[in-house]
């Protein structure tokens, strides 16, 4: 199956005029190809509100939470969080909106003390996930470690688009983590690297005292080449420049 597959994208990539893929490790796997990604909407990103109480601390989670995007790498996280500040700790909620799949969740919320400032919205139309995410001053992505770090889940781009700091769980080659530096607002970190956790947890902090002074910009400068109508431009170019 696995050679069979092979030969087909073979034969596939052969015969295109050119290829398109939604990321870069995707390009460098099939050895070539324009890396398009797919983009937030810029209609429904004008609907991104600053905090309506900044002095709250509410972490956002969007899309569903799985064993390919897990929740447990903030869990710890926040760990550390309250190991260098409790007062901090006491004010963090999480909001999340998108599919719950992860059985182990609640306990392991519970056992953090973390259960009743965790709230699952289940999922929303579009619209309704950007008012229940309006409220949040930091935005968290969490991917598994190993091959799941090739995805670039959409909803990067929606976080990009509300102007909030995001914070991801990303290995230092994850596609994630390069748009996270690229946007430059934000941090990534893995729980197997102690040092990167600190880090991570002394940027929550430092972020959580000036929540109440800092400005959240919905759509940001920076999130412009990430706009559908940025990427959606880049294919017209492609489709262009083969037909002239």
Not at 141 to 166: K, N, V
Request: net charge negative.
């Amino acid at each position: 199956m696995v050679n069979r597959a092979r030969q087909l994208l073979e034969s596939i990539r052969s015969r295109a005029a050119a290829v398109t893929t939604a990321n870069d490790a995707i390009a460098e796997y099939l050895g070539g190809g324009v890396p398009i990604p797919t983009g937030f909407d810029p209609e429904l990103a004008q609907r991104w509100r600053p905090p309506s109480d900044p002095s709250r601390f509410i972490i956002g989670v969007l899309g569903t939470i799985d064993s390919l995007t897990p929740l447990a790498p903030l869990i710890q996280l926040l760990v550390q969080v309250h190991e260098l500040s409790p007062r901090l700790f006491e004010r963090i909620a999480i909001r999340h909106v998108g599919q719950l799949d992860d059985p182990k969740a609640a306990a392991l919320l519970a056992a953090h003390g973390l259960a009743d400032r965790f709230e699952s919205h289940g999922i929303k139309d579009r619209v309704s996930t950007v008012n229940l995410l309006s409220d949040c001053s930091l935005m968290y992505l969490g991917m598994a470690c190993g091959r799941a770090e090739m995805l670039t889940p959409g909803r990067i781009f929606d976080l990009i688009a509300s102007g909030r700091p995001i914070l991801a769980h990303a290995g230092d080659q994850a596609e994630v983590a390069q748009i996270v530096r690229n946007v430059g607002n934000g941090c990534c970190f893995q729980t197997t690297d102690r040092d990167s956790v600190q880090a991570a947890a002394v940027h929550i902090v430092g972020q959580a005292e000036t929540t109440a002074t800092a400005t959240i910009s919905p759509l940001p400068a920076y999130a412009e080449p990430w706009s559908m109508s940025s990427t959606m431009a880049r294919l017209a170019d492609l489709i262009k420049s083969l037909t002239d």
